[in-house]
């Protein structure tokens, strides 16, 4: 890909650089061709469903919150195998900007039991046992679709495999506590350059270059 257009973030015929994934410097990673990744999971029986993003006709926000949930289930498979080396594990995107940081992680995490997030789908931090559950929520996805349960109120939730509901509804059937962060905040950068509106305001950020 060597543009992106995705209206809803605002994000039209950005032009992107192929290799700044290799500014992070992984140990190990693992390129994939999508279009291999959506036959693989078989994307259709997911978006049948109806989408959630009603500001989003198009679906793609549905489909890359599928590939999302696949490159996070991928990526720790490569590093599961080193667990036992690790007393945390970290899940962080590295599309954000941190406006507000992260508090001492021994106050923090208090068990194998326990995640600690902010937004519960774009960040987490945990032991290796609970960051593992996390990150196999699209074993859930199925259940999710057919179930109808709502993250507030337990009734019959809206269509659509919602990212931030099939993550509680996970974590709930997963019987994993969630502690949500004080104080810490981040706001996602567009491709762009430019702040999340919508993160700026939940993060009380102010900044010129808001989008």
């Known amino acids: 890909m060597s543009k992106l257009n995705n209206p809803r973030s605002n994000e039209r015929n950005v032009a992107l650089d192929p290799d700044e994934w290799r500014l992070l410097e992984p140990l190990r990673y693992l390129i994939e061709d999508a279009s291999s990744v959506d036959k693989r999971m078989n994307l259709s029986y997911y978006t049948k469903f109806g989408n959630p993003w009603r500001d989003d006709p198009s679906g793609l926000s549905l489909r890359n919150h599928l590939r999302a949930l696949n490159s996070i289930e991928t990526c720790f498979s490569l590093i599961e195998q080193y667990m036992d080396k690790y007393k945390y594990i970290v899940f962080a995107r590295p599309d954000v900007a941190y406006v507000r940081p992260l508090p001492n992680v021994k106050r923090l995490i208090t068990n194998n ?99």
Request: glycine residues 6%.
């Open 113 to 211: 039991q326990t995640i600690g997030v902010k937004f519960i789908d774009r960040f987490a931090i945990g032991s290796p046992i609970a960051v593992r559950k996390w990150a196999h929520r699209l074993h859930s996805a199925d259940a999710f679709l057919h179930s109808k349960w709502d993250r507030k109120t337990h009734r019959e939730r809206s269509k659509g495999l919602h990212s931030e509901n099939l993550v509680k509804f996970h974590l709930f059937h997963s019987k994993l506590t969630m502690k949500e962060v004080s104080g810490f905040c981040f706001v996602r950068v567009r491709a762009g350059g430019c702040f999340s509106k919508l993160d700026c305001r939940a993060c009380h950020f102010s900044s010129t270059n808001m989008c």
